[in-house]
């Protein structure tokens, strides 16, 4: 890898184009400007090579003139069709410039298409959404009008709080302002309740789970006849998912009309997006104009994420991991674990995580917070992990439950305990720290690996386009 002298320091252009620092401005011409959110490079103007250069690839150049250029905002993309107390409110609470993603989305998403929002975590895609569903709801008309459909609670726990921040009354706004209704079903004991709520004053924007949602639909607590937003987030995972997939399957085909809606399907990942698309058009998931919006970064992982493996064999990793908490010191983190198998459950051995937690509860002597994070946790239970993350410093052992939508800002270090399955799913258990704009601090990600699944990180590797270190252990007593 390269870096050009011409760019922002997270850009990287692969070896092969290296010559490109050597080419002369008179070889470049502007394409498509961008802005990239940062302090110190508050924008960057892409430029391709004429066809005079026998090259074909991107390369980026930052003169002085461009640095007294305005600098696009959320609200120049929004062009009048968000309300003006979301803007306001959205600059309140910081969202001023717009991400990559943002600024190539929400033009196609406010002109009504349909889209597949393809961008890494900690992207903005959330807010790109929200933007739009809030650029079509009508308050003084009772009815639910949007719907976001989530794979995990803790996903639409943080969903929910983003849409509820963005719908509050600005600092500047009149009191009397009528402000939007947010609903979050996302199973617990409380369905019953929302039955009440959504027969008496339907709130014009719901975010749910799969299974709660479709409990109600079946019901016929409601109907999505008004729907004008249909949004799925992670829609990787629930495709990907046994239980979820019949699922979403019905919800996107029989219980309401692809024509009356805009579709929305959102992820870091999707796996054979052209393959996808088409099975969008083909099975009516979406219209057959759906936009593929697909923010490829030259680096998929964040530039300041370093990741390194340790070799040790399975009886080892214990005491492997107690030594790295204290040596590396985070100020929190989180170690991933393996979901529990069918053979296991079976022998009746406690989950994995269950075990490692017992373990750091009796063997960890640093002053952050053990908490245990897994699927078989009641509502009530994980909700009260969530609230003790966001008091201190923690360590969160978790499955992969916790990989994807979790938006923890202190999150320094990464433990992957098992090496996860897939390429995607370290993607997003990296995810989990060093997420722009909150933080670009130097974070870590460090796998615990025998030597025969070295071959395995090193596909991931070529996969993601990262570089792992080994670490050498120094001499412990295990």
Known sequence: MAFCNLCPPTSLLCSKFAALQSISPEKLKPELPFYYSSEKWPFHCTFLLSSSCSLSAFCCRASMAEATAEVITLRDICGGKVPEHILKRAEEVGYIRPTDVQRQSLPVLLSGQDCVLHAQTGSGKTLAYLLLIYSVIKLQRSAVQALIV????????????????????????????????????????????????????????????????????????????????????EVDFMFNSSKQVYALRKLLTSHSSVERRQTVFASASIPQHNRFLYDCVQHKWTKNDVVHIHVNPIEPMPSHLLHSFAICSKKERLSVLLYLLQKDAPRSGIIF?????????????????????????????????????EEDMNFNARAASLSDIRQRGFLLVATDLASRGFDLPQTTHIYNFDLPRTAVDYLHRSGRTARLPFSADQCFVTSLITSEEQFVLQRYQNELLFQCEELILEPFAP
Request: hydrophobic share 45%.
């Open 337 to 373: 674990v393996s979901e529990q198998s069918e053979k296991s459950k079976k022998a009746g051995r406690p989950p994995s995580a269950t075990f490692l937690f017992d373990f750091l509860k009796a063997s960890y002597d640093g002053d952050l917070e053990i908490i245990l994070f």
């Open 150 to 233: 989530v794979p995990t609670r803790e996903l639409g726990m943080q969903v929910t709080k983003v849409a509820r921040m963005l719908a509050a009354k600005s600092v500047e706004s009149d009191n009397m302002q009528r402000t939007c209704t947010i609903m979050s079903l996302l199973d617990g004991g409380m369905l019953k309740r929302h039955k009440s709520w959504l027969k008496a004053e339907p709130p014009e924007i719901v975010v749910a789970t799969l299974g709660s949602l479709s409990q109600m639909l079946e019901r016929h607590v409601f109907k999505l006849e008004a729907v004008r937003v249909l949004v799925v987030d």
